[in-house]
């Protein structure tokens, strides 16, 4: 197994980018996304990979985070998605935001990747869903990781969500203005007031 690639960039191609490793250029499938964050070429780059071994080929799948590459490893356990639509699902939806889409139902969302239906994307929202902790997804915005939040934090950013939701708010637009407005110690109230401004 190769856990990762660290070479010189040398070239880009379609879906993939070719990075030079002791004089071997290896062509690493990647989600459009990242492909557009890696460096100019010529720089020194490291790609957390997966391999995926068929009887005719051999194909290696990189990605900028470890945390992506497990997420990627998730939605290619999902029976009926591949290494190819789970790069086109997360070339469609970065991490951060698949996860938001799973731990919101948001079918939609999925189907937008290319390739996928709503068949799929339920079964990929039903399998990944216990999979994925909306307390820490809530939790994960910018703070120290020596903070821990508490249940009451949780609680609050939780409650905010569904009371947008009731108002017509898709699940995963509300989680996310929710996430970018909370400050410790607000309450319901506050958030629902700073993630309207946000929404409307």
């Known amino acids: 197994m190769i ?3 660290r070479g010189e960039l040398v070239a880009f191609e379609k879906e993939k980018a ?4 002791g004089g071997v ?12 964050q890696l460096p100019p070429i010529g720089n020194e780059v490291k790609l957390h990979t997966y391999l995926n071994v068929r009887e005719d080929a051999m194909h290696l799948f ?24 789970g790069l086109n699902i997360l070339s469609t939806l970065p991490a951060e935001s698949l996860r938001f889409a799973v731990l919101a139902g948001d079918v939609k969302a999925i189907c937008s990747a ?5 068949k799929t994307a339920e079964k990929l929202i039903l399998e990944l869903k216990d999979k994925l902790d909306i307390e820490d997804l809530l ?23 569904q009371a947008l939701t009731a108002l017509g708010y898709g699940s995963t637009e ?10 410790d110690g ?15």
């Open 139 to 161: 939790s994960s915005s910018e703070q120290p990781s020596s903070v821990v939040p508490s249940n009451t934090t949780n609680e609050t950013q939780t409650e905010a969500v």
């Open 25 to 36: 250029g290896y062509g690493i499938f990647m989600p459009e996304q990242s492909m557009g």
């Open 174 to 183: 509300s989680l996310k203005a929710v996430r970018q407005v909370y400050s």
């Open 3 to 5: 856990s990762y690639i």
């Open 62 to 85: 990189g990605f900028l985070t470890r945390e992506d590459l497990e997420i990627f490893k998730l939605v290619i356990g999902v029976s009926g998605i591949g290494p190819k639509g």
């Open 186 to 200: 607000a309450s319901v109230e506050d958030i629902l007031r700073e993630a309207l401004k946000k929404l409307l």
């Open 114 to 118: 290319p390739g996928i239906g709503k």
């Open 18 to 21: 070719i990075i030079d490793v």
